[in-house]
């Protein structure tokens, strides 16, 4: 597995950004190790058949791949990982059509982590609250169950080399598989470079 892809064709760009082929592959980041696709289908609760077609899309882009096989009560399941252990896009010098599409495609990526990501907390915050009673809210109201801040940060290139590698290695090595006493998270970060502070300031 290579510690980082970078996706720079359509095909690839079109298979990563899906919603849906998006769960699957946090799926394969929370398990932490090689699955077949009943197991993927059993953390989502969905029917095997569905996520088994996404499967074959990402295989085909070169995200997911079959790293090994395996016999059980006489049938071979087949078991996949990731490619790498995160995903990037670069920009590439595309004919003009073709460029507005990879664009197009680039912006629907970022959409839908941040529409899934919204998702995930709001639903989170309304359980929260529904499963809170008055005795026990008392008894948290000193804990965060969780926080949400947007900032700009001033970093030299050492800085920012830092941290992302920080919450990269924090994502991928802070899996399911050795944590099971630990409760569970949901972390959503980005982070962009401002090209013109003056004009964002307007």
């Not at 670069?90 to 990879?102: G, L, R, T, V």
């Not at 994502?171 to 980005?190: A, G, I, P, R, V």
Request: net charge negative; hydrophobic share 35%.
């Amino acid at each position: 597995m290579e510690k980082m892809k970078t996706l720079t064709t359509l095909e690839e760009i079109k298979a990563f950004s899906d919603p849906y082929r998006m769960q699957i592959i946090r799926c394969f980041k929370e398990l932490g190790e090689p699955a077949t696709v009943k197991q993927i289908a059993d953390e989502m609760g969905e029917v095997p058949a569905k996520v088994h077609y996404h499967v074959k899309k990402l295989e085909k882009a070169n995200i997911l791949e079959l790293v090994y096989t395996k016999e059980i009560k006489g049938i071979i399941a087949k078991y996949y990982n990731p490619t790498a252990k995160f995903f990037r896009i670069e920009n590439c010098d595309y004919e003009m059509p073709m460029f507005k599409d990879f664009l197009t495609k680039t912006q629907k990526l970022f959409s839908n982590v941040f529409d899934d990501a919204k998702r995930i907390f709001i639903e989170q915050l309304d359980s929260f609250q529904s499963d809170k009673s008055d005795e026990n809210l008392k008894e948290s109201e000193n804990l965060e169950d969780g926080f949400i801040t947007s900032s700009y940060l001033y970093l030299n290139e050492k800085q920012y080399i830092d941290l992302q590698n920080y919450i990269k290695d924090l994502s991928y090595e802070n899996q399911k598989k050795d944590n099971k006493e630990k409760e569970k998270y949901f972390l959503m970060t980005s982070i962009i470079r401002i090209e013109d502070e003056k004009n964002n300031r307007r």
